[in-house]
């Protein structure tokens, strides 16, 4: 049988659904801070727990611990939550909802939300805070401000779906589920990561030779060996050119994604830019620095199939005379080596550019022969490969989930 739908302020639902406004059926409060904090910091073993947005990391659902803990005579300044309570950042993540599994004190980043179990099953709920639809609530709540925070007042004002507890717990289960796979995939992927990284420090530093290879390694200075462009100060791109379709990719240091380079997070620019300087016109091989911004980020170009040219934040970099192979070189600058080295320039300081002559002094060791430097790249570079399948995989399972709960936290399909 058809369940029947009926419209509401937050669209359309169940006929047998309720809407409720999350401030009525609960208690949402501010955190508050004892000043100054560090006059109440402990590591005494009676100290509170004290939750700050450093103790989780992005996709926890939960917080099960802190790095701090303040003495009982700052609860009074705070606010106390304990376990089973959400909390909510009022800024930085806006929104993001953790369950906590601890008892402890939130300052003033926090907002808190107690009281709310006769209502709401707890995991049905976490789902709701977390969907597309609230955050939209919240940005439409908060328009006007100027500033992409939230309040009480904000919180309090939300609209929930809100079927039988029973049907609450149906829905969470199966996006627990989902929630499960994507977890174990992440877990896989971090792992299969780690793995990459000590293949890496292993093979390309020469800590271990393939079987097979001898001979001593030579060094190499990329500079000398090296052509390394960028677009030049008179090229400048304004922001308008940065278009949504156009003839060419433009790649910059935000579209580097774990060495490569997303492409359906790229903007275009005409074909008059892209034939304004043959040097920094990409292909395939060819690999990538960048010099503003986060400095020393580095890419693979790979998958490239159409014209792409860079902005002014990125070198490409390219070997003169098959002075070296490009993929060993790409796996070199995702070393230990290249990070010692950024580490040495900046020595201390915050580098916020890259200039071509600091590059004059970074030499790296490798096999004496191409033979040798691509074999090493291309075991590497398959592990890249599985590892980039995993990660389609993972994205698959993330829109399969943002559907689930489109769906489900709906209504559109019911579980019962």
């Not at 930085?92 to 709401?120: A, E, T």
């Not at 940065?242 to 060495?259: A, H, I, K, P, R």
Request: one cysteine or more; aromatic letters at 10%.
């Amino acid at each position: 049988m058809v369940k029947k739908m009926k419209e509401t302020e937050i669209g359309i639902i169940p006929c047998d659904w309720d809407v409720l406004k999350l401030g009525d059926y609960c208690h949402i409060y501010r955190g508050g801070s004892p000043r100054p904090i560090q006059d109440y910091l402990t590591t005494a073993d009676n100290g509170i727990n004290w939750i700050k947005i450093g103790d989780v990391k992005a996709g926890d659902k939960y917080i099960t611990s802190t790095e701090e803990k303040i003495i009982p005579e700052g609860t009074s300044m705070s606010r106390e939550v304990k376990a089973g309570d959400f909390i909510l950042s009022n800024s930085m993540s806006f929104g993001r909802p953790y369950i906590l599994k601890i008892n402890g004190c939130i300052h003033d980043g926090w907002l808190v939300i107690q009281d709310y179990q006769n209502s709401f099953d707890a995991n049905y709920l976490y789902y709701l805070l977390s969907s597309e639809a609230v955050f939209a609530q919240y940005k439409k709540l908060a328009a006007g401000s100027g500033v992409q925070n939230l309040n009480k007042d904000i919180v309090t004002e939300v609209i929930l779906p809100h079927p039988e507890k029973k049907e609450q717990i149906i829905i969470a289960e199966a996006l627990s589920s989902i929630d499960e796979l994507i977890n174990v995939l992440e877990k896989e992927i971090e792992k299969k990561k780690n793995i990459k990284y000590g293949v890496i420090q292993k093979l390309v530093v020469g800590e271990e030779r393939l079987a097979g290879y001898t001979g001593n390694w030579v060094s190499i200075n990329m500079a000398k060996k090296s052509k390394l462009k960028a677009r030049i100060g008179w090229q400048g791109l304004t922001t308008a050119e940065y278009l949504d379709s156009g003839y060419s990719y433009l790649v910059t240091g935000t579209d580097f994604e774990d060495g490569h380079i997303n492409w359906d997070e790229c903007h275009y620019v005409t074909a008059d830019r892209y034939f304004q300087d043959p040097n920094i016109q990409l292909t395939n091989g060819d690999v990538l620095i960048t010099k503003d911004g986060t400095i020393g980020k580095v890419a693979l170009v790979d998958g490239l199939n159409k014209p792409a040219t860079l902005n002014s934040g990125v070198f490409v970099v390219r070997p003169i005379n098959n002075a070296y192979s490009a993929r060993f070189l790409y796996y070199v600058l995702e070393s230990r080596v290249f990070r010692d080295f950024l580490d040495m320039l900046s020595a201390g300081s915050t580098i916020v550019h890259l200039y071509q002559k600091d590059l004059v002094n970074f030499s790296f060791m490798a096999p004496a022969t191409l033979e040798e430097q691509e074999a090493i790249a291309s075991i590497i570079y398959d592990m890249d490969c599985e590892i980039r399948e995993f990660e389609d995989k993972l994205h698959k399972y993330k829109k399969i989930k943002q559907g689930m709960m489109n769906d489900l936290l709906t209504g559109k399909i019911r579980l019962v």
